[in-house]
């Protein structure tokens, strides 16, 4: 196995800082050369954030390219020069307005789509959150937060009512600490 | 809240049946028109495969856009025409050489990006998989079949050194099916 040699390249599409497209001509391993599309993306970060009371809280929010509302876990993309703990802390506080007076819990760091994506998405826990500032979403975000606990959350997951993808990572790593910070679950 | 006006749309990248870029000019609910990029995929179908001494079935590849070599569980694109338990079939049998004697178990199904991009990936579970059929990977494919034990795959999930997200959902997603099965654990 080897990597592919990238004979030329250009940006095709420019919509930084949400996304560029990118048009590598590159040669495989089997000396073929084809044209392979990149998106490029900045990294992105999302959140499962619990209250005290262990209430899960989430965003509805429109989705274009599937044209339906869809209800995820909070997040966005990271900004330039930011870390991704400060960047969900800011993502959480705009879409909420909830802040938590502990640190982030990182749960892992995951390539959404390593084959034609470059980005990352790196998600957190946060813990004992309450509202504490107001809303700033995006001039092209309209949010409704909705609130659950974390075990009715759990039965949606387990029902397969909630396909968003990023956010079911999110709740198992968010599960998975969880349990073993009570010393529970087995691998 | 309410759903885009779209005011015209229009493919700038016509690169199917691997994806297609459309660009649509969308009226927001604040009033404002704004250009925005969907990505046009079909779905895709990714599989936990597991022996009968319960080995998992992988698959390391290059992945050209972050360019790097990914251990991931096997998947693919649905063809035309084709169910996602049809397609999962396929794609283990040409990517592993594996086959199972059981119908595929389907494990959810998620929108790998509903802000961007239009298709679902499709989870599945085989069990009791052997070698059974030569290999066909498709003609960009350069694959290496890699097994271990799925207490080891669980063990490198927990520390992070597995961060292909769609392989991700699909393992927590067959460990809460075969937890439920035999009874275990607690959600």
């Known amino acids: 196995m080897r ?6 390249s250009a940006v095709v599409i420019e919509n930084w800082p949400y996304h560029r497209t990118r048009q590598d001509r ?3 391993h089997n000396g073929d050369a084809i044209t392979y599309y990149v998106q490029e993306h900045p990294d992105w970060v999302n959140a499962v954030v619990l ?3 262990r209430q899960i809280v989430l965003v509805r929010q429109y989705r274009h390219a599937v044209g339906d509302f869809v209800l995820e876990v909070p997040g966005g993309m990271v900004e330039p020069g930011e870390e991704p703990a400060a960047a969900i802390v800011r993502e959480v506080s705009e879409e909420t307005g909830y802040v938590s007076p ?3 819990i990182c749960l892992g760091s995951f390539w959404p789509n390593p084959a034609v994506q470059t980005n990352r998405v790196v998600s957190f826990l946060l813990l004992d959150a309450a509202p504490g500032s107001p809303l700033h979403p995006d001039r092209t975000e309209d949010l409704e ?3 659950m606990t974390w075990d009715r959350y759990g039965e949606l997951m387990a029902q397969g009512e909630l396909p968003h993808l990023f956010s079911a990572v999110t709740y198992y790593r968010a599960r998975e600490y969880l349990s073993r910070r009570r010393g529970g679950e087995r691998p």
């Open 3 to 8: 990597k592919w040699a990238v004979l030329n």
């Open 26 to 28: 590159v040669r495989l």
């Open 51 to 53: 209250t005290p009371r």
């Open 102 to 104: 502990l640190a982030p």
């Open 145 to 147: 937060r909705v609130e």
